[in-house]
């Protein structure tokens, strides 16, 4: 049970209680804008899906995204985390956050103890991060944390859309 603590964070394993507050998030148009293969909200089931492969990952993998909490009010914010499925081209670490949790530096908090985790727990020497062009505050995230952009890229499940990569190498 891989738990990761920041000055206002926690960093969990999933549990079935989680899977309300991941439905009204990936319900957000603007959450999903970037995110899902049409650009918008994932109905109930799609979310039920994409909730079941964040477990199924930890289970495959060995790692995944986490779940990311207030720890005062318990309240999902998000989901921040190495993910790395079938076909995809790196090691990535992923982030996305409700649309209320905006604004508050969660994100770029989160992210940074997920590369301290891969780097060092994990031993990965390389991460990156795929974002579209226009996902302006992801790359601002992605900068934020160190990365640099280092080309482009496509998905599995978007291979007609021309995404940024950006990267990070672990200094030794
Ligand atoms: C990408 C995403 C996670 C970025 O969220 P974010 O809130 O902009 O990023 P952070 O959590 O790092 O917060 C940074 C902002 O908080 C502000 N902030 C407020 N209080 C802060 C604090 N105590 N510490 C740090 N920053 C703080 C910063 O000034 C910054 O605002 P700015 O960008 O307007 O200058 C969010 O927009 C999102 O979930 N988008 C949808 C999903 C998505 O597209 N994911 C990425 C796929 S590649």
């Known amino acids: 049970m891989t738990t990761l603590e920041t000055e206002r964070l926690l960093l969990r394993m999933w549990e079935p209680g989680d899977f309300e507050a991941y439905a009204a998030m990936s319900a957000e ?3 999903m804008r970037f995110l899902s293969h049409d ?6 089931f799609e979310a039920w899906r994409s909730f079941a492969a964040q ?9 995944g995204m986490f779940a990311v909490v207030e720890p ?3 309240d999902l914010v998000g989901r921040i985390g190495p ?6 081209p790196d090691f990535e670490i992923g982030w ?4 209320k949790y905006w604004g508050r530096g969660y994100a770029t908090e989160a992210v940074k103890a997920c590369i301290t985790y891969s780097f060092t727990e994990l031993r990965r020497s390389h991460l990156i991060s ?3 062009p226009d996902n302006i505050r992801s790359i601002r995230v992605a900068e934020r944390v160190g990365e640099q952009l280092e ?3 496509a998905l599995p499940h978007l291979p007609n859309r021309t995404l940024l990569q950006y990267g990070l190498y672990r200094q030794d």
């Not at 477990?55 to 790692?63: A, C, N």
């Not at 993910?83 to 995809?88: L, N, T, V």
């Not at 996305?96 to 649309?99: F, I, K, M, P, Q």
């Open 151 to 153: 080309g482009t890229v």
């Open 39 to 44: 650009g918008k909200p994932l109905s109930r």
């Open 55 to 63: 477990v199924g990952h930890w289970k495959l993998r060995g790692f």
């Open 29 to 31: 148009p603007e959450v």
């Open 130 to 132: 795929i974002i579209d």
């Open 96 to 99: 996305t956050l409700g649309g």
């Open 83 to 88: 993910w790395q499925p079938e076909g995809w």
């Open 72 to 74: 005062t009010s318990g």
